[in-house]
Nanobody
Framework: VQLQASGGGLVQPGGSLRLSCAAS????????MGWYRQAPGKQRELVAD???????NYADNVEGRFTISRDNAKTTVHLQMNSLKPEDTALYYC??????????WGQGTEVTVSS
C-alpha cells in the first residue's frame, strides 16, 4: 500500500486547510484510514480516523473543528480543518491499517498555523 498525502501549508489562525491522502496498491475492507500529527518535541498523536464502514473517531482537541471523510471508492481520505490554532502546527501523517493490524504510513505533510 502506498499513501500520497497533499494539502499542507501555511495558514493564519482561524483559517482552514484541507488535507487529502490517496491510497493505492492492494486495498480491501475492512480497514481504517486516518491522520496523525507530530509537533516538534512531541509524540505522534491521533487526529482522526475513519473505518471502511464509516465509523469515525476524533481527538478531543480537534472535534468540532476538523472533519474526516472518505470518497466512495474508500481509497482517499480527506481532513477538513477549520478554525485552525497555532497548536495545530505539526507534521501530519496519513495512516492505513488493515484489520490484521498491519500499518502503512504516508509521508508527512506540514501544517503551520501562524500570523
Amino acid at each position: 500500500v502506498q499513501l500520497q498525502a497533499s494539502g499542507g501549508g501555511l495558514v493564519q489562525p482561524g483559517g482552514s486547510l484541507r488535507l487529502s491522502c490517496a491510497a493505492s496498491g492492494i486495498i480491501y475492507p475492512p480497514n481504517t484510514m486516518g491522520w496523525y500529527r507530530q509537533a516538534p518535541g512531541k509524540q505522534r498523536e491521533l487526529v482522526a480516523d475513519i473505518t471502511s464502514g464509516n465509523s469515525i473517531n476524533y481527538a478531543d482537541n480537534v472535534e468540532g473543528r476538523f472533519t474526516i471523510s472518505r470518497d466512495n471508492a474508500k481509497t482517499t481520505v480527506h481532513l477538513q480543518m477549520n478554525s485552525l490554532k497555532p497548536e495545530d502546527t505539526a507534521l501530519y501523517y496519513c495512516k492505513y491499517q488493515r484489520k490484521s493490524g498491519q500499518i502503512y504510513w504516508g509521508q508527512g505533510t506540514e501544517v503551520t498555523v501562524s500570523s
